[in-house]
């Protein structure tokens, strides 16, 4: 059993103004995927300009905090911000759903693909590859906070987090998070875009990989507690949302893989 130390959640004071390691992870997972995304650009035959890919990460941006945000609020918690709304600006204090952010992300691509004059599923296939070290770095914002710890456990890497008002020995499954979303979902992707596949066919191996994923880690994750289980006394939320991912990725990667190759890398 590991007993955490409490991490404080601001990285640096200057007077007034608090940087928190929370929007430092989401700052590095936007700064990776403008990197990653401009090594894909300057390929040979990319089609893609570093401007474009400039300007692609700035509008997934502005949909990963508003469609996240959102996404938390109406999922899993309205009743409570619907009684108290200034808490929806509270970013700091964390509360953002991923499935929610996915969903901001797909509307921002799908407007800056039509300003481009680029196809909504060339811009998502382009895009993917580029979420999973995101979305690592925010499972280690999590971790910081003491935040979405899992469930009791006597493993050996067991962790007791300082806000758990219970103590318990638990998973750390923000840190299982980390590795499958950051690390494995972004290596899988990585590799499978780096050649010439069917035309959507990224994004629906996206898809797939973080709904499967993010389904079995549910299992070792605290169920939310205003929440707790929703569906047949086991399914959380996350996994009910997860449900439908996967889902629509096999359909996605069935259609795509009748249709043309893409010889264009995502």
Same mark, same amino acid.
């Given at each position: 059993?590991?007993?955490?130390?409490?991490?404080?959640?601001?990285?640096?004071?200057?007077?007034?103004?608090?940087?928190?390691?929370?929007?430092?992870?989401?700052?590095?997972?936007?700064?990776?995927?403008?990197?990653?995304?401009?090594?894909?650009?300057?390929?040979?035959?990319?089609?893609?300009?570093? =401007?474009?890919?400039?300007?692609?990460?700035?509008?997934?941006?502005?949909?990963?905090?508003?469609?996240?945000?959102?996404?938390?609020?109406?999922?899993?918690?309205?009743? /409570?911000?619907?009684?108290?709304?200034?808490?929806?600006?509270?970013?700091?204090?964390?509360?953002?759903?991923?499935?929610?952010?996915?969903?901001?992300?797909?509307?921002?691509?799908?407007?800056?693909?039509?300003?481009?004059?680029?196809?909504?599923?060339?811009?998502?296939?382009?895009?993917?590859?580029?979420?999973?070290?995101?979305?690592?770095?925010?499972?280690?914002?999590?971790?910081?906070?003491?935040?979405?710890?899992?469930? =009791? /456990?006597?493993?050996?890497? /067991?962790?007791?987090?300082?806000?758990?008002?219970?103590?318990?020995?638990?998973?750390?499954?923000?840190?299982?998070?980390?590795?499958?979303?950051?690390?494995?979902?972004?290596?899988?992707?990585?590799?499978?875009?780096?050649?010439?596949?069917?035309?959507?066919?990224?994004?629906?191996?996206?898809?797939?990989?973080?709904?499967?994923?993010?389904?079995?880690?549910?299992?070792?994750?605290?169920?939310?507690?205003?929440?707790?289980?929703?569906?047949?006394?086991?399914?959380?939320?996350?996994?009910?949302?997860?449900?439908?991912?996967?889902?629509?990725?096999?359909?996605?990667?069935?259609?795509?893989?009748?249709?043309?190759?893409?010889?264009?890398?995502?």
């Amino acid at each position: 059993m590991i007993v955490l130390p409490q991490i404080d959640p601001v990285a640096l004071a200057l007077g007034p103004l608090k940087i928190r390691w929370y929007a430092l992870t989401y700052l590095a997972g936007f700064a990776m995927a403008w990197w990653l995304g401009m090594r894909r650009a300057d390929r040979p035959g990319s089609g893609w300009t570093r =401007q474009q890919v400039g300007d692609l990460i700035t509008n997934g941006m502005l949909g990963v905090i508003l469609g996240g945000r959102l996404g938390y609020i109406l999922f899993y918690d309205l009743s /409570a911000y619907i009684a108290e709304p200034i808490r929806m600006l509270r970013l700091w204090e964390g509360g953002m759903s991923f499935h929610g952010g996915m969903l901001g992300v797909i509307i921002a691509v799908s407007l800056y693909a039509r300003s481009i004059g680029k196809s909504f599923i060339e811009v998502l296939d382009f895009t993917a590859p580029l979420v999973p070290f995101g979305l690592g770095a925010g499972r280690l914002g999590n971790f910081i906070n003491g935040e979405l710890w899992g469930r =009791q /456990a006597d493993v050996p890497w /067991a962790m007791v987090f300082p806000q758990d008002a219970l103590q318990l020995a638990r998973h750390p499954s923000q840190l299982y998070q980390l590795v499958l979303e950051g690390v494995v979902l972004f290596a899988l992707l990585w590799w499978y875009s780096s050649k010439p596949r069917p035309r959507f066919a990224v994004g629906g191996l996206f898809m797939i990989g973080y709904g499967a994923q993010r389904f079995i880690v549910e299992f070792f994750r605290e169920p939310d507690a205003q929440l707790q289980f929703v569906m047949f006394d086991w399914m959380t939320r996350g996994q009910q949302l997860s449900i439908p991912m996967v889902v629509v990725g096999i359909a996605i990667m069935l259609w795509a893989y009748r249709q043309p190759v893409n010889k264009r890398s995502a």
